[in-house]
């Protein structure tokens, strides 16, 4: 996984910054965004993903993953407005061009204790697919989730046939763990799922071994 996080200014908006994105908290006001985003993504995400489309429905999205201590929402922006940029109005002194939503990471189903663990869930928007963006932003949770979050361990469940985000989790250094039958009901049927996870003493060798490169 690379070191791709860069220290950002106080009062910047956005939480860990990568070559090419930088990550901050969703909030309510999103909505417009997010879901005009989602909606011109549906033919990438379906049938594996199913985000917000309407107001009403991100309503109850962000809700949860703002007021539940078990969730956490993050959003993906390509920074396109340089150093400066703003994550939501993405202008700097140097370049106008915002930042533009590029995908979104969840982490539910928190648990703190003697478990330390979370489960994710992502997608790009249909701009951003296949340029390796989602990939980065992982990069910057992982190390958000094993730092400030105090968790030890992360998991993805993804179905067999969703090729993309199996080699997602792959490259982010995820080992593969087992097989759960009908494990999640998506798209109106209990769904077979791999179970990926990785924990913090898989990523500091890999960093170790970078710095002495």
């Keep these: 996984m690379p070191s791709s996080s860069t220290a950002w200014p106080t009062g910047s908006p956005y939480l860990?910054?990568?070559?090419?994105?930088?990550?901050?908290?969703?909030?309510?006001?999103?909505?417009?965004?997010?879901?005009?985003?989602a909606r011109?993504?549906?033919?990438?995400?379906?049938p594996w993903l199913f985000p917000p489309l309407t107001a009403e429905t991100y309503t109850d999205y962000a809700r949860r993953l703002i007021d539940d201590p078990a969730r956490i929402g993050f959003l993906v922006y390509e920074r396109l407005g340089g150093r400066d940029g703003d994550a939501s109005r993405g202008t700097s002194a140097s370049d106008p061009m915002p930042d533009?939503?590029?995908g979104f990471l969840n982490i539910n189903n928190i648990v703190h204790g003697a478990f330390c663990c979370g489960a994710l869930g992502y997608g790009a928007?249909?701009?951003?697919?296949g340029r390796g963006l989602l990939s980065e932003a992982l990069d910057l949770v992982v190390r958000h989730a094993f730092g400030p979050?105090?968790?030890?361990?992360?998991?993805?469940?993804?179905?067999?046939?969703?090729?993309?985000?199996?080699?997602?989790?792959?490259?982010?250094?995820?080992?593969?763990?087992?097989?759960s039958p009908a494990f999640l009901h998506v798209d109106g049927a209990w769904r077979d799922h791999?179970?990926?996870a990785l924990t913090s003493e898989m990523i500091a060798p890999r960093s170790n071994s970078r710095a002495e490169d």
């Design 16 to 37: 860990a910054l990568g070559p090419h994105v930088g990550i901050r908290e969703i909030t309510h006001e999103d909505g417009t965004e997010f879901t005009a985003a």
């Design 40 to 46: 011109a993504s549906t033919g990438h995400h379906q």
């Design 100 to 102: 533009r939503l590029a």
């Design 125 to 129: 928007f249909a701009h951003a697919v």
């Design 149 to 179: 979050l105090h968790l030890h361990r992360l998991e993805a469940n993804i179905q067999p046939a969703n090729h993309a985000s199996l080699a997602l989790v792959r490259r982010t250094g995820f080992r593969h763990e087992g097989f």
């Design 194 to 196: 791999e179970r990926w």
